[in-house]
């Protein structure tokens, strides 16, 4: 009568060498894999930081141009220049700063209150952008929104004159006036009323 076997399992017929092997060549081919991996990512890592790069020197050059054009009151094509530099640098601040600048000297400050914001917003830290920015808000007449920003620019550098004597100075000036002006237009209204009443009065005294 046949004995009854009992089924090795497949991997136990595998000598022992042999697996090792295996798994030597297994963990060849691993350690294979993670270095192309890993030279991959470093490759699209030093490609990123080379393209960054170039728009970095590309945006100052374009930012210098800018620049000169604008010393030369060529102001439109001052803009252009550094609409392109921050096409490739869109958070430097000082390009959205000098664009507010020169906006004004075009007379256009809705433009300029927004690419002094900009600015505000992409470098918090920066006085010239708030001081620009509260410039930008004086000429449309936001007093109050102006002394804020000048307030903020004399907060980060509190050393410096031309915010304090001239700016901050010429702002609290206007706001006075502005006062005044309220007032006088108060008792304007006023008297008018108080004309237009006697005049009525007179008329019916009359009749």
């Known amino acids: 009568m046949a004995s009854f076997g009992w089924k090795r399992k497949i991997g136990e017929k595998v000598s022992k060498v042999t697996s090792q092997q295996f798994e030597a060549e297994a963990a060849d081919e691993k350690d294979a894999v993670e270095s192309d991996e890993g030279n991959w990512l470093h490759a699209i890592k030093r490609r990123k930081e080379i393209l960054l790069e170039d728009c970095a020197e590309k945006s100052k050059q374009l930012k210098d141009e800018g620049a000169n054009l604008a010393e030369k009151k060529r102001y439109r094509e001052a803009i252009q220049k550094w609409d392109e530099a921050l096409q490739l640098t869109p958070n430097d601040a000082t390009l959205y700063e000098m664009k507010s600048q ?12 927004h690419a002094a914001e900009m600015a505000v917003q992409r470098n918090p830290h920066s006085w010239e952008s708030w001081q620009t920015l509260g410039r930008a808000q004086l000429g449309l007449g936001e007093i109050v929104l102006a002394i804020r920003s000048f307030q903020v620019a004399l907060h980060i550098y509190p050393m410096n004159p031309e915010i304090w004597k001239e700016d901050l100075s010429w702002a609290r000036k206007l706001q006075q006036q502005q006062k005044v002006a309220q007032r006088c237009s108060q008792w304007s209204a006023v008297y008018i009323e108080l004309l237009g009443e006697l005049l009525t009065l007179r008329i019916l005294l009359l009749v």
């Not at 020169?102 to 209150?113: D, K, R």
């Open 102 to 113: 020169v906006l004004m000297s075009l007379h256009e400050m809705f433009p300029a209150v």
